[in-house]
């Protein structure tokens, strides 16, 4: 699926079943907790903190899939063409970025 796909598959969504877009300032705060759950997976798997009986269930692909669909929501609602927006961030990155990785003596030597 593009982004444009993406895109268009949210809004027939919101269409279909969500009656209409939550605010902009509703969207952003759900993006923030939905942000703030996939951080809380972070901290679990890859982190220093235990599971609680209650985050057992939870599922890292399923979380991010959330983030995706709210900031899809997002784009949509105050249209952004997620594709075009990603493409020239791409070029922003690597005009700005392309030696700077390959130069830092941190990276190179596998430090966190």
């Given at each position: 699926?593009?982004?444009?796909?993406?895109?268009?598959?949210?809004?027939?969504?919101?269409?279909?079943?969500?009656?209409?877009?939550?605010?902009?300032?509703?969207?952003?705060?759900?993006?923030?907790?939905e942000v703030g759950e996939v951080?809380?997976?972070?901290?679990?798997t890859y982190g220093e903190q235990?599971?609680?009986?209650?985050?057992?269930?939870?599922?890292?692909?399923?979380?991010?899939?959330?983030?995706?669909?709210?900031?899809?929501?997002?784009?949509?609602?105050?249209?952004?063409?997620?594709?075009?927006?990603?493409?020239?961030?791409?070029?922003?990155?690597?005009?700005?970025?392309?030696?700077?990785?390959?130069?830092?003596?941190?990276?190179?030597?596998?430090?966190?």
């Amino acid at each position: 699926m593009t982004l444009n796909e993406l895109q268009s598959n949210v809004d027939q969504w919101i269409k279909e079943h969500g009656v209409r877009y939550f605010n902009e300032l509703t969207n952003t705060a759900l993006l923030v907790e939905e942000v703030g759950e996939v951080a809380r997976i972070m901290a679990r798997t890859y982190g220093e903190q235990s599971f609680k009986q209650s985050d057992k269930d939870k599922n890292l692909a399923d979380e991010l899939a959330d983030v995706l669909f709210v900031l899809t929501c997002i784009a949509n609602q105050t249209g952004i063409d997620l594709e075009k927006a990603m493409q020239e961030n791409m070029t922003k990155k690597t005009n700005r970025d392309k030696d700077r990785h390959k130069n830092n003596d941190k990276l190179s030597k596998g430090e966190n």
